[in-house]
């Protein structure tokens, strides 16, 4: 080699030293992989740029010779002859630098809907990109599971990244459904299910809306609590938005009022009340109906009791109505 130089901006060729002497010459220029370039001896037209350069060779890169070296490097080869009256010589290489595309997209998998908008660059080919996920979003985090394998490269073709977004996990919702000054827990998803506190999760519910509601009325569909009314004013936000904070909401509820039980003891002739104990083993002795109260007793058992009643003997007990009225017949 007899001397080397670089291209300026403008296609240029600059020497390190300067050529002295006249006479026969190999110039060999050395095409980046970043360049597309005509094949040998093209002639420049008004639609082709042409090449003046005669063949192409490989040989190994001077470029990157700091690094480590690359073989086959592909060079344009020409021959030229420099004389005292024309030390120049001017070839054209008919180069062509190729641009390609780079859109980054930000996708939320729950719709596929853009996070951010699209962002698109475009640089010439081997021009090295590095992209990364957005951190900074309330309510989304990037799927690392997902992570897109081209988050850095190179333009080499037109090339779309694309990172896909999880809703971040929130603080859970719990709900209690509990009988009225006390910790009991009224509400099960079915008759046959264990009351227990619902639980709103949210896991992967950052930013979204949640709603509560009472279980004493069926609300879409849900089973109600039997036997009970809400009272009072529910504790707790009842609706709102997942955030990073749990919540709790609790409703109260009172046990319904249920017609009271009236139980008597007649004579079966006469219909009249009998005097009898008070109750079995009392000595406590009454001649009218005994009455179960039916406040707050709505679903509740109850039961009566065949009593002794003097000189008369036990006949039947009828039951008007479960909640209402039993009538204990003597004779």
């Avoid at 300026?8 to 370039?37: H, M, P, Q, R």
């Avoid at 641009?99 to 930000?106: A, E, I, R």
Wanted: no cysteine.
């Amino acid at each position: 080699m007899v001397e080397a130089g670089r291209t300026d901006a403008n296609g240029n060729i600059s020497f390190t030293n300067k050529l002295s002497n006249e006479g026969n010459y190999k110039l060999y220029v050395e095409n980046l992989t970043s360049d597309s370039f005509a094949v040998p001896n093209v002639p420049s037209s008004a639609a082709v740029i042409g090449n003046d350069f005669t063949s192409f060779v490989t040989r190994a890169s001077v470029l990157n010779a700091d690094q480590t070296p690359i073989p086959n490097t592909p060079w344009s080869s020409v021959a030229i002859n420099l004389t005292r009256d024309n030390p120049t010589a001017i070839k054209n290489l008919g180069l062509k630098t190729d641009f390609y595309n780079l859109t980054v997209k930000h996708i939320k998998d729950e719709d596929g809907s853009n996070l951010v908008a699209d962002v698109t660059t475009r640089e010439p080919r081997d021009t090295r990109y590095t992209t990364a996920p957005i951190t900074t979003d309330p309510d989304f985090e990037v799927d690392t599971a997902n992570f897109p394998a081209n988050a850095s490269g190179s333009y080499t073709a037109d090339t779309t990244v694309t990172y896909h977004y999880l809703r971040r996990n929130a603080g859970d919702v719990t709900v209690h459904h509990y009988e009225t000054g006390t910790t009991t827990e009224l509400y099960a998803t079915s008759s046959t299910a264990t009351p227990a506190a619902e639980v709103l999760s949210g896991a992967r519910q950052m930013g979204k809306p949640y709603q509560t509601y009472r279980r004493d009325i069926s609300t879409a569909g849900s089973y109600a609590i039997p036997h009970y009314h809400l009272v009072g004013t529910p504790q707790g936000p009842t609706s709102g938005t997942f955030d990073a904070t749990p919540k709790t909401v609790t409703y109260y509820y009172e046990r319904n009022t249920s017609p009271d039980v009236t139980i008597k003891y007649i004579d079966i002739d006469t219909g009249d009340n009998l005097t009898r104990p008070e109750s079995l083993g009392s000595s406590t002795m009454v001649n009218t109906p005994t009455v179960l109260s039916g406040a707050n007793k709505e679903g509740l058992a109850w039961n009566s009791s065949q009593l002794p009643v003097d000189n008369y003997d036990f006949i039947s007990s009828s039951t008007l109505h479960p909640e209402y009225s039993v009538t204990v017949q003597l004779l």
